[in-house]
């Protein structure tokens, strides 16, 4: 078989059609696309469990799951967004917009990434399959923490399978990122001309070479522990349940970062195209995403405040924690400095990206109170924590997704947007997520303990409330479904290259949308 | 303007990732059945290693002759070399874990057990927390595996492997082929011996000293660090086997045999893993 040749390269396709053409890939933009599918797909299954969940929590009592399948429900919910829908999609912006970016006709290894792609339908299989094996899924959370973990029957094994398979597909993914951001530029793009979200990227890639393999490590630990005898997290045998935690969050701390950083990442490209002025202090940007990246291997134990650590590793962890907040607080400041005195419109991504600033720093602020440790000791498992990372995850990464979404889908599908349609999409799903998460602080703080299917009378009132919301945010993503399949069917208005008026960067020299091949011709950066 | 294929490579679009997709979904589900006493379950696991295997061969077999049929460019020989350390540094990571685990076990766990409220509430007949030890719940004794018999001489045949490899490097670079072959071969023969004597001293554990996986937390972090790492160099000595095959067929030239580097890399990091391993699994 034969590399494809210069002539062939002009056609539009090349290769096998139908279905195989999507299994066979080696082109970015189908991987992209296939990735971002994926984590729709899985957003939607995740989805479904948060309100099946939200259903059992509408009122005290036990009423729509059993308590055990409430457990699984909300492990599965977390795994499965977190592995499942964040982390692809954002893998799936890196290979559709990376190359574009730093104009490369592909990515580094083109076949593996289409490896990196398709292992992740097993790990869902092995994951959502769980649910349907004697015992059902695991229902340790999705921190997966021993002794739970290591008691429960065959699903457990099953998503510490799924937990490898996901890891060899994101170190991959991963890899292959960091080899065409550092090898695969256009002449004159040098590093620090590159868009700022290639770096945060690259500092994503690395923080994932470098935690994958640790959760590899945990899980496989786990996996011994449950059928081969070992000791690692069994007292009686000198091990110790609290080593899981501290090797799970050496992992889960860059792991939070992993899923954040490339949110920065989009949200700083679209701030500048609609304030229509370059980004305020692009070079402080790329060091505070270093300095994050840095300093989250040394925060892990935020998380284990109150398993009886020494008063001085509370101390230590504490005021590491405490530190992130300088760099993330550089960069709040560069997207608000940026929109100063700019001349801004407010199309639906600048929506989002701005709806994005203001509630994922609620998120942020929360973070820090969870970090103060003589406070995360009372709130600790709580609602409280609930509150702090879905203002975060879904707020922060989930709306720069979006934002993304809506910034790119010009190049994408070749047609803008519906901006009344998306402006919708984003009123009902900020005000319904507020409506959700809002008052799960306030539960938190009366001391409603997470992960449990039934409460005390006097959580009643919030708990409705929180549950009005969820369904209605639920309902809000299909307004999105909506917007994309009307313009991936061509309707709306014709996107033109630059898309957006004030739009900057190569992705954005190219045609909408992107055809088959681009960069062909090596663009020359000055 | 340059053409872009002058600088990058694109593969054909290519069939080997799905059947590694398959593959591993076999070898996890067939693991899980297994492991669970469902009927078939090593079945399905020996199946995904079988189709894992054959799509190994078919990929690696292809990059080979896109290789050495002059497909690849400079640039991409640098992709390959970045990858290949970033690769290294995510293994790394992964023995991390588990040596993070052996220096918890021993420095805090352990001590923690037979001191304070731990040893007077949990187990207050254990007194003696030093290393080794099977934790307070042993209920046999073990004998700890001594650093100075073989793990010491194996100590010195993985050296002394990393100097009969970078001797045939040398040979590489000047084009001296009957040296590249003799010190690769002299390479995988002394790593195949180091298997040889891992697998007895697993016997020997098992049968003379009671030292197994399920003596505490030393038989877990001596299997774990020494048997992932056992398969690490088996791992190596494949590719070094697959490099011995290459060179009889006349690949690689002094100016470019990357693959032969990597194989190097990787066989040096495995090395480098096992004087730590000598120094705090077997010695200390
Ligand atoms: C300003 C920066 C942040 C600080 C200081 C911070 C601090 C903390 C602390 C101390 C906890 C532990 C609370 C407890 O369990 O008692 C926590 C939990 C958590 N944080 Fe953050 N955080 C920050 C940003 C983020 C970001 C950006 C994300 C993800 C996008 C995130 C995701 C999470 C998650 C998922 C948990 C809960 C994990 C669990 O127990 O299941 N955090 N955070
Ligand atoms: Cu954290």
């Known amino acids: 078989m034969a590399a494809v040749t210069p002539d062939q390269l002009h056609d539009h396709h090349h290769g096998p059609t139908g279905l195989m053409r999507w299994i066979t890939t080696t082109n970015h933009k189908d991987i992209g696309t296939m990735y971002l599918i994926f984590s729709f797909i899985m957003?939607?299954?995740?989805?479904?469990?948060?309100?099946?969940?939200?259903?059992?929590?509408?009122s005290p009592g036990l009423q729509v799951v059993e308590p055990e399948l409430?457990?699984?429900?909300?492990?599965?919910?977390?795994?499965?967004?977190?592995?499942?829908?964040?982390?692809?999609?954002?893998?799936?912006?890196?290979?559709?917009?990376?190359?574009?970016?730093?104009?490369?006709?592909d990515m580094a290894f083109a076949r593996m990434n289409n490896w990196s792609f398709w292992l992740l339908p097993?790990?869902?299989?092995?994951?959502?399959?769980?649910?349907?094996?004697?015992?059902?899924?695991?229902?340790?959370g999705w921190t997966l923490y021993p002794p739970l973990s290591i008691q429960m029957g065959m699903g457990m094994d099953m998503a510490i399978f799924a937990v490898h398979i996901?890891?060899?597909?994101?170190?991959?993914?991963?890899?292959?990122?960091?080899?065409?951001?550092?090898?695969?530029?256009?002449?004159?793009?040098?590093?620090?001309?590159?868009?700022?979200?290639?770096?945060?990227?690259?500092?994503?890639?690395?923080?994932?070479?470098?935690?994958?393999?640790?959760?590899?490590?945990?899980?496989?630990?786990?996996?011994?522990?449950?059928?081969?005898?070992?000791?690692?997290?069994?007292?009686?045998?000198?091990?110790?349940?609290?080593?899981?935690?501290?090797?799970?969050?050496?992992?889960?701390?860059?792991?939070?970062?992993?899923?954040?950083?490339?949110?920065?990442?989009?949200?700083?490209?679209?701030?500048?195209?609609f304030a229509r002025k370059p980004l305020f202090g692009y070079a402080s940007m790329v060091y505070a995403t270093s300095s994050i990246a840095i300093l989250s291997f040394v925060v892990w134990a935020h998380h284990m405040f109150t398993t009886g650590m020494?008063?001085?590793?509370?101390?230590?962890?504490?005021?590491?924690?405490?530190?992130?907040?300088?760099?993330?607080?550089?960069?709040?400041?560069?997207?608000?400095?940026?929109?100063?005195?700019?001349?801004?419109?407010?199309?639906?991504?600048?929506l989002w990206a701005t709806g994005f600033i203001f509630v994922f720093t609620m998120g942020g602020f929360t973070g820090l109170i969870c970090a103060i440790a003589p406070i995360d000791i009372q709130i600790h498992d709580t609602y409280y924590v609930v509150a702090h990372f879905h203002y975060v995850l879904v707020a922060g990464s989930l709306f720069a997704l979006f934002a993304g979404a809506y910034y790119w889908l010009p190049k994408w599908t070749g047609r803008m947007p519906d901006e009344k349609i998306g402006k919708l999409h984003f009123w009902c799903s900020l005000i319904f997520f507020n409506i959700t998460f809002f008052p799960m602080h306030f539960l938190g703080l009366a001391g409603m303990p997470r992960r449990v299917p039934d409460y005390a009378l006097q959580f009643a009132d919030f708990n409705m409330l929180a549950s009005i919301g969820a369904f209605g945010f639920g309902l809000s993503q299909l307004i999105f479904l909506w917007v994309v399949i009307k313009a991936a069917r061509g309707q709306g208005e014709k996107a033109t290259a630059r898309s957006w008026e004030a739009a900057e960067g190569l992705e954005w020299t190219v045609p909408s949308p992107a055809p088959h091949h681009t960069f062909e011709e090596v663009p020359v950066v000055k | 303007m340059s053409?872009?294929?002058?600088?990058?490579?694109?593969?054909?679009?290519?069939?080997?990732?799905?059947?590694?997709?398959?593959?591993?979904?076999?070898?996890?589900?067939?693991?899980?059945?297994?492991?669970?006493?469902?009927?078939?379950?090593?079945?399905?696991?020996?199946?995904?290693?079988?189709l894992l295997i054959y799509m190994m061969f078919g990929w690696f077999g292809q990059v080979v002759k896109e290789s050495e049929t002059g497909q690849y460019s400079k640039r991409v020989d640098v992709s390959f070399r970045w990858s290949m350390g970033w690769f290294i540094f995510s293994e790394v990571m992964f023995f991390a874990a588990f040596f993070g685990a052996l220096f918890y076990a021993r420095v805090l766990s352990v001590p923690w057990l037979a001191t304070g409220e731990n040893f007077e509430l949990l187990w207050p007949q254990f007194t003696d927390s030093s290393w080794p030890?099977?934790?307070?719940?042993?209920?046999?004794?073990?004998?700890?595996?001594?650093?100075?018999?073989?793990?010491?001489?194996?100590?010195?045949?993985?050296?002394?492997?990393?100097?009969?490899?970078?001797?045939?490097?040398?040979?590489?670079?000047?084009?001296?082929?009957?040296?590249?072959?003799?010190?690769?071969?002299?390479?995988?023969?002394?790593?195949?011996?180091?298997?040889?004597?891992?697998?007895?001293?697993?016997?020997h554990a098992y049968s003379d000293l009671n030292l197994r996986m399920?003596?505490?937390?030393?038989?877990?972090?001596?299997?774990?660090?020494?048997?992932?790492?056992?398969?690490?160099?088996?791992?190596?000595?494949?590719?070094?086997?697959?490099?011995?095959?290459?060179?009889?067929?006349?690949?690689?030239?002094?100016k470019n045999h990357f693959a032969f580097e990597a194989t190097a890399w990787y066989w040096h990091f495995v090395d480098v893993v096992w004087l730590f391993l000598f120094v705090v699994v077997y010695w200390l």
């Open chain 1, 166 to 273: 996901m890891g060899i597909s994101s170190i991959m993914g991963a890899i292959n990122i960091v080899v065409t951001i550092l090898n695969m530029r256009a002449p004159g793009m040098t590093m620090m001309k590159m868009p700022l979200f290639c770096w945060t990227w690259l500092i994503t890639a690395y923080l994932l070479i470098a935690v994958m393999p640790v959760l590899a490590g945990a899980v496989t630990m786990l996996l011994t522990d449950r059928h081969f005898g070992t000791s690692f997290f069994n007292a009686a045998g000198g091990g110790d349940p609290v080593l899981y935690q501290h090797i799970f969050w050496f992992f889960g701390h860059p792991e939070v970062y992993i899923m954040i950083l490339p949110a920065f990442g989009i949200v700083s490209q679209i701030i500048p195209t």
């Open chain 2, 3 to 50: 053409h872009a294929l002058d600088k990058y490579f694109i593969p054909e679009p290519s069939k080997y990732p799905i059947y590694g997709s398959i593959a591993l979904l076999l070898f996890g589900s067939g693991a899980v059945m297994w492991l669970n006493r469902v009927d078939g379950g090593a079945l399905v696991f020996f199946l995904g290693i079988a």
């Open chain 2, 214 to 254: 399920d003596s505490g937390i030393y038989g877990s972090t001596f299997y774990l660090l020494t048997g992932f790492h056992g398969l690490h160099v088996t791992i190596g000595a494949i590719m070094l086997t697959v490099m011995y095959f290459r060179i009889n067929a006349g690949h690689f030239t002094p």
């Open chain 1, 122 to 140: 097993p790990a869902a299989i092995l994951l959502i399959g769980s649910f349907f094996v004697p015992g059902g899924a695991t229902a340790a």
């Open chain 1, 43 to 58: 957003f939607l299954a995740g989805g479904v469990m948060a309100l099946t969940i939200r259903a059992e929590l509408f």
């Open chain 1, 310 to 350: 020494p008063t001085a590793g509370q101390l230590f962890f504490m005021y590491a924690t405490l530190l992130i907040a300088v760099p993330t607080g550089v960069k709040v400041f560069n997207w608000i400095a940026t929109m100063w005195r700019g001349s801004m419109t407010f199309e639906t991504p600048m």
């Open chain 2, 133 to 203: 030890t099977a934790g307070p719940l042993a209920y046999e004794a073990f004998t700890p595996m001594g650093a100075w018999g073989i793990p010491a001489f194996n100590t010195l045949l993985l050296l002394t492997s990393g100097a009969t490899l970078t001797w045939a490097h040398h040979a590489l670079l000047k084009n001296d082929r009957a040296t590249l072959k003799k010190g690769l071969l002299l390479t995988i023969l002394l790593g195949v011996i180091f298997l040889g004597f891992q697998m007895y001293e697993y016997f």
């Open chain 1, 70 to 105: 409430f457990n699984q429900l909300t492990t599965l919910h977390g795994l499965v967004m977190v592995f499942g829908a964040i982390m692809p999609a954002f893998v799936g912006f890196a290979n559709w917009m990376i190359p574009l970016m730093i104009g490369a006709s």
